[in-house]
């Protein structure tokens, strides 16, 4: 697979996951609404840190096992490609909700960019999600420069975004627009999940499939 291809399919995948409002979104948010923007840019690093770190692992522990155990990489690639589905699914079918301005701990006091990158690592679903968007194009040929650059990325990707919300969303009147648009956004996400997890259930009946 051409590494344009490569990166075209996970960004598909990573970005709209990257937009829709979690755990980090909320985390930015709070830090930026309750101690300024410094703290949300702060913040904006650790959640980055914390993202860069669990693409870095699910990468590594994808391209290892693809080169020990075959049939554990289609295994991978399978579940990988149904989780995929099941959560464009999931998008699809998601009513309208308003965003809830709540996290675990709290983002008045300590260190914002270690409360980001806590946020962040505590969020199990991020390496489940890792592990299913690099399953979509990573192989055991994979070029050690393709995989360093996708992290990189990763990281660059979530620092503008978040710095944008940081700097842009910390009022309650813009969070609430943003807030209409995130229906919109979920459907989008639900798309290309769908779209992408079916390709990749479709390319596993053959194991050689890259």
Known sequence: MQPTVVLISVFAI?????????????????????????AGLLTTVGVSVGLGIYATLG??????????????????????????????VRLLLTRPEAIEMTTEGSAKRGNPLLFGLGVTLTN?????????????????ETPDWLMAT?????????????????????????????????????RAAGVCFVAIGGRILVDSRNPLTP
């Open 124 to 140: 199990p679903k991020a390496i489940v999600l890792f592990a299913s968007v690099f399953a979509t194009s990573v192989t055991a």
């Open 59 to 88: 990468l590594l522990g994808l391209s290892a096992v693809m080169i020990k155990f075959e049939w554990l990489a289609w295994t991978i690639r399978v579940a990988g490609g149904a989780y995929l589905v099941y959560l464009g």
């Open 150 to 186: 996708m992290v990189a990325l990763v990281v660059a990707s979530s620092l503008v975004w978040y710095s944008i919300v940081s700097l842009f969303m910390s009022s309650a009147p813009v969070v609430r627009a943003f807030g209409n648009a995130r229906h919109w956004i979920e």
């Open 14 to 38: 990573f970005i709209p996951a990257l937009m829709l409002p979690g755990p980090d979104f909320v985390a930015v948010v709070r830090s930026s609404m309750m101690r300024g923007a410094v």
